[in-house]
C-alpha cells in the first residue's frame, strides 16, 4: 500500500501568466483564431474590410473641398490626381453646410438657434444623468417654452399663456378632485387647458402683446429646415410620445371600458396607417376641417402627427414591460396601502420602462430617422434639402457626398442614443 | 415537514384580548362561476395567532386576501379593526395600511434597495419624513437579523434573508394585524427556520397573526387556534394541541395523516 497522505511544506510563489494566456496575442488567439472556421471567418471578414477600405479611401481622401460646382471639382481632382482620378467633391458639404444645419434660417439670428441647442443639452442633462444636481430639473421643465420662443421668435406672451394653460390644469384639479374625486379632477386637468389652449391662450396673448410689447423677431415656419427642423420634431415628439404612450398604456389596462376602448382604439388606428398618409393629412387634410381664415402652423402640425404616430408604438412598448411584471409586485404595492397612482409611478413604471429600455430607444432612433419623411409634404429637412441642392445647376449629379454627410450626421446622434441605452441598462441593473 | 423549533417560548406576552381584530361573517366569493369561499364565519381576537391549513386549492389564500381587499368578496360581511370592507376606496387603503401581508414570493421591489423597499410605503402613505423613515426601517432591519444587508437590493440575497425583508417591510408600516401566506413555502430547508424564529418573535410581541402554512411544528408552539379549510370552507378549528392530537372530522384526519408522514 502506498500512502496517499501529503503535507506541503513549501508554499508556491505567484508567477506571471503564460503570454499566451493574457495580452494582445492571447485576445487575437482567443476571439479571432479559435478554430479552423473562426480562422477562416477571420480572414474573410479582413478581406473583405481591407478591399472596402480600399475602394472607398481613396474617393474619399482624392477630394476637393474648395470647388463651386460638380465639374469645377472634377477638373480640380483630376490636375492634382491624374488623369482618371476620381474623389469626393467635398467643396458642396463646405458650400451648404450652414444650409444644411439651419436651413433658410435668417443667417443673422443663427445665435438663437445655437443658443436652443445648448438650452436643450443642459435641459436633458439632468433626465440623462444622475450625478447632474436636481435643481437643474426645473431649468429642464421651463425649457420647451423657452426653446420655442427663441426659435421662432415673437411675442413672449404665447409661451408664458401656453405655461398658464399648465397653471390652469393643475387649479382645475385642485378645485374640482376636492368636492368631485380624483377621476373628475383629472378629466378637468386635462379638459381646461385644452379648451384654454384652443380657445383663448392666442387672443389673450395678444391682447397682452397690446398692452406690454414684448417680442422679439419672429421666423416663420417655411424658414426652418436642416437638421435644425429634424431635431425639432424629432425631439418634441420624443419628448411627448414616451409620457402620451405611457399613458395609452395604462389606459389600455383600465378597468373602465369606456377608457380602455378609446386607448385600443387609437393605438391601433395610428398602428394600422402609414406615418406618410398622417402626414398628409397634416399638411392638406387638416386645412380643411379647421374654421376658415385660422393658421395652424405646419411644423406643429407635423409635430402632433409624428407624436402622435410614435406614442402608439411606444404605448406597446411600455405595455410589453407591463406584462412582464409579475402580479406580485402589483399585490405587494397594494398591501402597503399604496394607492394607483402611487404605485405606478414608484413601483410599476420604474420597473416596466426599465425592461422596455431597449425597445423604447429603438423607437426614439426609429422617430428621428422618420422625420426625414417630411420632405414629403415639402418641408425642407436635410433630405428635402439635399433635392433642392441637387436640383441646382452646380450641383447638379451629385449623391454621395451630399447623402454621406446627412447619414453621418444622423448616425451620430442615433448612435449616441443607442450608446447611452446600453449605459443605462447597465447602471440600473439590480440583480445578480 | 414540521420544523423543530428549539426554543423556549415567552408565552406571558401572548395574551389574547376580548378586542375584536378581524370579524367575517357569512363571507362568499365567486371566482366566476366557481364557489370559491363558502359561507366563511370566523373572529379573530386581537393577540391572536391563527394557522390555516388545508390542501392546495381549498381557499386558504383567497380567504386571507380577502381580509385585505386583495380580493373582492361577493357576499357577506369582514370587519377590520372596526372598519368594514366594502368598494369604498378610502376604507380600503385605511384597511391595507394597517393590515401588513407576507407573500410566498416575497415579492420585494426588486429596483430598490432593501432600505428602500422599507421606507417607501411609511414615506408615501404614512407621511414619515424620511429620515425617521430610515429609522423605523433600520430598526426593523435589526430586529429579522440583517440591518447589514440595508444597502443591496433584493437580488443579491437569499432566499430567507429577502423574506425576513418582507417581514420588516411589512412591519415599518407599523401594522395592528399581520397576515401571512404560506411564508416558507418556497424556501430551501435552511432557510425555513430563519423565518419561522422571526415569526415566532412577532407572535411574542402580541402581533395579531393569520397564517397560512404547513409548518405544523410552528403551528403547536405558537398557534391558539389552527383552521383546517377544504373546498372553500372551513372544515374544523381547534387548538393546536385538539387538533393535532383529536382531529374531529375524516377530511381533516385523512389531511393531517398525508402532511405528517412525509
Ligand atoms: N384569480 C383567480 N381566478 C379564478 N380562480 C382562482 C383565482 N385564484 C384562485 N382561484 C381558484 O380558487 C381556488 C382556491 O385558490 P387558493 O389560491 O385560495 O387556494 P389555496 O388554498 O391557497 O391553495 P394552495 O395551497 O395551492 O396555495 C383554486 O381552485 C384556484 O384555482
Ligand atoms: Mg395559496
Known amino acids: 500500500m502506498t500512502d496517499i497522505g501529503y503535507v506541503r511544506t513549501e508554499m508556491l510563489p505567484e508567477q506571471d501568466a503564460p503570454s499566451s494566456a493574457v495580452g494582445v496575442v492571447h485576445w487575437i488567439r482567443v476571439n479571432l483564431f479559435s478554430g479552423w472556421f473562426n480562422s477562416i471567418l477571420t480572414i474573410l471578414a479582413i478581406y473583405f474590410v481591407a478591399s472596402l477600405l480600399y475602394g472607398v479611401l481613396p474617393w474619399v481622401f482624392k477630394s476637393s473641398w474648395t470647388a463651386h460646382s460638380l465639374n469645377e471639382c472634377r477638373e480640380s481632382i483630376v490636375a492634382q490626381y491624374g488623369e482618371g482620378a476620381t474623389g469626393a467633391c467635398w467643396a458642396v458639404i463646405r458650400e451648404r453646410y450652414l444650409q444644411l444645419l439651419y436651413g433658410f434660417y435668417p443667417s443673422e439670428l443663427y445665435w438663437r438657434v445655437n443658443l436652443a441647442f445648448v438650452g436643450l443639452l443642459v435641459a436633458i442633462a439632468p433626465v440623462l444623468f444622475a450625478g447632474i444636481p436636481r435643481k437643474v430639473l426645473w431649468f429642464s421643465a421651463a425649457s420647451p417654452f423657452a426653446i420655442f420662443w427663441l426659435l421662432w421668435g415673437g411675442t413672449i406672451w404665447l409661451p408664458l399663456s401656453v405655461v398658464a394653460g399648465f397653471v390652469l390644469g393643475y387649479v382645475a384639479y385642485v378645485l374640482v378632485s376636492k368636492p368631485a374625486g380624483s377621476l373628475a379632477g383629472t378629466i378637468a386637468a386635462f379638459l381646461v387647458p385644452v379648451l384654454w389652449w384652443l380657445l383663448l391662450a392666442a387672443p389673450v396673448a395678444s391682447g397682452l402683446q397690446s398692452i406690454i410689447p414684448l417680442a422679439s423677431e419672429s421666423v416663420e415656419s417655411a424658414r426652418f429646415g436642416g437638421f435644425m427642423l429634424s431635431v425639432t420634431i424629432g425631439v418634441t415628439g420624443i419628448a411627448l410620445s414616451l409620457p402620451i404612450g405611457i399613458v395609452l398604456a395604462l389606459g389600455r389596462q383600465s378597468d373602465l371600458w369606456i377608457v380602455k376602448t378609446i386607448c385600443v382604439g387609437f393605438i391601433e ?164 | 415537514m414540521s420544523q423543530v423549533i428549539e426554543r423556549e417560548i415567552d408565552r406571558s406576552q401572548m395574551q389574547v384580548s376580548d378586542e375584536i381584530a378581524i370579524q367575517i361573517t357569512n363571507m362568499n366569493k365567486w371566482f366566476g362561476s366557481f364557489h370559491v369561499l363558502r359561507d366563511i364565519n370566523l373572529t379573530v381576537q386581537r393577540g391572536e395567532r391563527i394557522v390555516v391549513c388545508g390542501p392546495s386549492g381549498s381557499g386558504k389564500s383567497t380567504l386571507i386576501r380577502c381580509i385585505n381587499a386583495l380580493e373582492e368578496h361577493q357576499e357577506g360581511q369582514i370587519i377590520v379593526d372596526g372598519t368594514e370592507l366594502s368598494s369604498d376606496l378610502k376604507n380600503v387603503d385605511k384597511i391595507r395600511s394597517e393590515v401588513g401581508m407576507v407573500f410566498q414570493h416575497f415579492n420585494l421591489f426588486p429596483h430598490l434597495s432593501i432600505l428602500d423597499n422599507c421606507t417607501l410605503a411609511p414615506i408615501w402613505v404614512r407621511k414619515t419624513p424620511k429620515k425617521e423613515a430610515e429609522e423605523i426601517a433600520m430598526h426593523f432591519l435589526e430586529k429579522v437579523k440583517i440591518p447589514e444587508q440595508a444597502d443591496k437590493f433584493p437580488g443579491q440575497l437569499s432566499g430567507g434573508q429577502q423574506q425576513r425583508v418582507a417581514i420588516a417591510r411589512s412591519l415599518c408600516m407599523q401594522p395592528r394585524i399581520m397576515l401571512f401566506d404560506e411564508p416558507t413555502s418556497a424556501l430551501d430547508p435552511e432557510m425555513i427556520k430563519e423565518v419561522l424564529d422571526t415569526m415566532i418573535q412577532l407572535a411574542e410581541e402580541g402581533m395579531t397573526m393569520l397564517v397560512v402554512t404547513h409548518e405544523m411544528g410552528f403551528a403547536r408552539q405558537v398557534a391558539n387556534r389552527v383552521i383546517f379549510m377544504d373546498q372553500g370552507q372551513i372544515v374544523e378549528q381547534n387548538e393546536p394541541e385538539e387538533f393535532f392530537g383529536n382531529p374531529k372530522s375524516d377530511r381533516t384526519k385523512l389531511f393531517l395523516s398525508q402532511i405528517l408522514n412525509n
Not at chain 1, 282 to 310: E, W
Not at chain 1, 319 to 332: D, I, K, W
Not at chain 1, 373 to 392: F, Q, W
Request: aromatic share 12%; proline share 4%.
Open chain 1, 269 to 432: 388606428f395610428i398602428r394600422g396607417v402609414p406615418l406618410i398618409t398622417l402626414l398628409f393629412v397634416a399638411s392638406t387634410l387638416l386645412n380643411i376641417f379647421l374654421p376658415p381664415g385660422t393658421t395652424f402652423d405646419i411644423i406643429l402640425r407635423v409635430m402632433i402627427m409624428v407624436t402622435l404616430f410614435s406614442s402608439a408604438y411606444m404605448a406597446e412598448v411600455v405595455r410589453g414591460g407591463l406584462a412582464a411584471l409579475p402580479r406580485g409586485q402589483y399585490e405587494a404595492a397594494d398591501s402597503l396601502g399604496l394607492d394607483y397612482w402611487k404605485a405606478q409611478r414608484l413601483i410599476i413604471m420604474p420597473q416596466a420602462l426599465k425592461i422596455s429600455i431597449p425597445a423604447i430607444v429603438g423607437n426614439f432612433i426609429g422617430l428621428f430617422k422618420d422625420t426625414t419623411l417630411v420632405s414629403i409634404i415639402g418641408l425642407l429637412d436635410p433630405i428635402g434639402l439635399s433635392t433642392s441642392i441637387r436640383a441646382n445647376q452646380e450641383w447638379n449629379g451629385i449623391i454621395w457626398e451630399l447623402y454621406g454627410f446627412i447619414a453621418l450626421m444622423f448616425f451620430i446622434v442615433c448612435f449616441s442614443m443607442g450608446r447611452y441605452a446600453m449605459y443605462l441598462e447597465r447602471k440600473l441593473k439590480t440583480g445578480h
